[in-house]
């Protein structure tokens, strides 16, 4: 399609634009054609649709703003003619555009992610070598990696890859559009994997016409605020969608591979792949979680695994329809059965002891959830006995599967009997581990009621750190509660102590495995994590143990070191904790492993970004070397978000860029927000993504990956002088510019992300303006929104401006730690990521919305001139030109969707200037979230 007048075909609107130089040879253009067909089909479905049913004048606007849009791309002209054409748009008429560019890209993930898919397929079908972060790579490289079975053994003992799905505020599509975008991208997959005749290929087009016109008349967004139970839905949504299908046959595949190339090493059963949440468990500035939420989030993730167990076996005992006069069954599966051998029933025992299982297994549903509890299908036999715990259910598979491979059966076993056992092994009776969180002063508040109200201390917060820990060694000590039923408590007191006491609850009906963790926020002492542990023995989940025995707690606690500082203090405060006696034991009960909280998005936040990377890369070779002389096995929980001001960026590139130990078989990580829905929406991205976090996992694990061998403490030396520039300069202006404040919340959305109903939590921890308060979603995603994305790169520039000066050999060292430091790499890899996603000139007419004429100009001349060095250092330190060298994946996205942006962005800026001019009305708040949702969908890791 061309792009210099309003096109007179319908199917022109949204298509890829003609002269797109996507590739620069003649192969790589006839690999990215068909993703310029897919997009171009889409487009012009969802052009029909906008003519058909939002009318010729919207079309015409959304055509025009389209056209006009990438004549500022190619500088044909002033981005201010576009702005002034959409300035006076009526904000009636301004959502159906906003719409229109935000399905645009949505359909232009689902054409990528295909695209992706489809380049995979084509490599493998040439035979050429597996991709790094495949799972086929990874086997590669063991392979030759000379690795003894007791080493694979050891290095795995724990192995556990957890992601940890969490609630976000730009992730709020509903359940319809979800649907809607599974059903596109399968009538894509199957038109691009078959041969279609004419008619065929005609009968796919109108139901993906269907979908589009489906999604066009459904509302992207809830009118009405994102409440915790909404958010709990939208997390449980991705295990039907993918993770029931997926998780159960990868950890079965692993398991299969590590036994066959390490048949010594002594590998368990467990499985390697589980999923963890915070959804409904994460009360750190969230007022909404409450007892009653943490009750919901586990009783519903915990029915969400039961049912899809019961009706996993519901259709396996309609598909083992095995006659016993054909075939020969165990005496156990009779057994299990329960049936005379007279009986006709008898002559199906697989069925029989399936329904058996089956009616035991909603006798657990009615027992946790009342009698009156829905499954289905009918109940076989109403006086079967609950299942106690999800092993004991596991059994009784294993007797139906032992049976068929005796009796040479093996291919029905290892079919859905299979993926039931694994999803058993998997999701358990609980599906997920809830983790609680809640900031260390809220600890500190509660416990000095607690104490006071039981008599044993009337001041606790006046207390010294040793003072505190003796009185909470001596309460944690002793199973008498500080509090019985009837404690007069404050609000806030009544409230956390509701919450463990949910939690226990919860641990009582699903298990252990049901509340895993408690995170410790803005942990900074031994007496931060006592607490935590005070509070869980007032719920029953510490206990210390009668005389002579051994304190025991089923939930870790687990310390959130968040800032620079705490990252520095970190190893410090784990062998602090570690030296009392008491929580050595408990440490020693549970396994000798201690779980440490790693934040990416205080540190950035407090530092910025090139010092918060050093502070963590630093923190976790004090870590590693603190749980060594220790003698306990760490693991790291990496709390990542989508951005890369937030820890975001590839996974895989992330995980091998930990330092020597720092991945001991073990990894859990966050997952936020669209960046779920890009990862995991559909079984085969979910795979793709797993198998990605696995891959890396092991990599880091079994093999050397840094790379850096005897130079690794002159590197280290380097980043330390490098880091240190860097959080002066960005502390400079975060900090320490006047006016800083007032220009960041007027130049970016933030006000109206707290007050247009995105997300159930404050925008910050605390009713105050300072930038430490202000939650990291809200920060980073203000930034994004207007493109200036500086979390991602601000300081780095003058960092190795200063550092380099006019010493070359200076610059090759920063040379070669790119080309040998995966670490370095990485850094400089996510920093090109971000600005390739910037648009200073979009950030230009944000910082109008500042009125201060003076403060306006000092403050986005820094980021500007910042900008430029980091541009011009980036170019320098990798010898290249092209930001997105190593990302061409990337830079086809870049490319083929950012023109459809300016829009969105220039659309937003308007409705902005409404909005705080005193235009309230319901469709400017709309149009705004809209354009939010929008951006966000489009740039994929927004926040």
Known sequence: MTDTSAPTEIDATFAAPSDAPVASTA?????????????????????????????????????????????????EIDRGELADMLAGVDTAEAIPVIRAFSHFGLLANLAEDIHRERRRAVHVRAGEPPVASSLAATWSALATADLSDEQVGEALADAAVIPVITAHPTETRRRTVFEVQRRITDLMRYRDRTDLTPDEDAEVTEGLRRQILTLWQTALIRLERLRIEDEIEVGLRY???????????????????????????????????????????????????????????????????????????????????????????????????????????ADEPYRLALRHIRSRLLATVRD???????????????????????????????????????????????????????????????????????????????????????????????LDEDDRVQIL?????????????????????????????????????????????????MCTSVSDMLEAALLLKEAGLFDPGAAGESPTCTVRVVPLFETIEDLQQGAATLRAVLAVPLYRAVVAAQGDTHEIMLGYSDSNKDGGYMAANWALYRAELDLVEAAREAGIRLRLFHGRGGTVGRGGGPSYDAILAQPPGAVQGALRLTEQGEVIAAKYAEPVLARRNLETLVAATLESTLLDVEGLGDDADAAYAVLDEIAALARAAYSALVHETPGFVEYFTTSTPLSEIGALNIGSRPASRKQTEKISDLRAIPWVLSWTQCRVMLPGWYGTGSAFEQWVGDDAERLETLRRLYRTWPFFRTVLSNLAQVMAKSDLGLAERYSHLVADEDLRSRVFGMITDEHRRTMAMYF???????????????????????????????????????????????????????????????????G
């Open 368 to 462: 946790r959830f009342g009698g009156d509890a829905e499954a289905p299908g009918p109940l076989d036999d109403p006086s079967a006995e609950p299942y106690a715990v999800a092993t004991d259910l596991l059994a009784d598979l294993d007797v139906v599967d032992a049976s068929l491979r005796e009796n040479n059966d093996s291919a029905l076993a290892d079919d859905r009997l299979l993926r039931l056992r694994e999803s058993v092994r998997t999701f358990g009776f609980h599906l997920s581990g809830l983790d609680m969180r809640q900031n260390s002063d809220v600890h500190e508040e509660v416990v000095a009621e607690l104490l006071a109200w039981a008599g044993v201390h009337d001041d606790y917060a006046s």
């Open 473 to 521: 060694v001596h309460e944690l000590s002793h199973r008498r509660p500080l509090i019985g039923p009837g404690a007069e408590l404050g609000e806030l007191a009544a409230k956390e102590v509701a919450i463990v006491r949910a939690a226990a609850a919860a641990v009582a009906a699903y298990g252990p495995e049901a509340v895993p963790n408690y995170v410790i926020s």
């Open 876 to 942: 320098a330190i990798t010898e290249t030109d092209d930001l997105l060298a190593d990302n061409p994946s990337l830079a086809r996205s870049v490319f083929n969707r950012f023109p459809y942006l300016e829009p969105l962005n220039l659309l937003q800026l308007e409705l902005l200037r409404r909005f705080r001019s005193g235009d309230d009305s319901p469709q400017v708040r709309r149009g705004i979230q809209l354009t939010m949702n929008g951006l966000a969908t489009a740039l994929r890791n927004s």
């Open 27 to 75: 192969t790589g253009r006839a690999a990215t054609e068909p993703l310029r067909q897919d997009i171009r089909l889409l487009g012009g479905l969802l052009g029909d649709v906008v003519r058909e049913h939002a009318g010729e004048t919207i079309f015409d606007l959304v055509e025009r703003s389209r056209v006009e849009s990438f004549r500022v791309r190619r500088s």
């Open 239 to 345: 295990y039907d969608a993918s993770f029931f299908d997926v998780i159960p046959t990868l950890n079965a595949s692993l398991r299969d591979h590590l036994r066959e190339q390490y048949p010594a090493a002594g590998l368990s059963d467990d499985p390697i792949v589980r999923m963890g949440s915070w959804i409904g468990g994460d009360r750190d500035g969230n007022p909404f979680v409450t007892g009653d939420v943490v009750a919901l989030a586990t009783g519903r993730a915990a029915r969400t695994a039961l049912d899809h167990h019961l009706g996993e076996l519901t259709t396996l005992a309609q598909e083992l329809s095995m006659s016993s006069r054909l075939v020969s069954v165990s005496d156990a599966l009779v057994d299990l059965g329960g049936a005379d051998p007279g009986d006709v029933a």
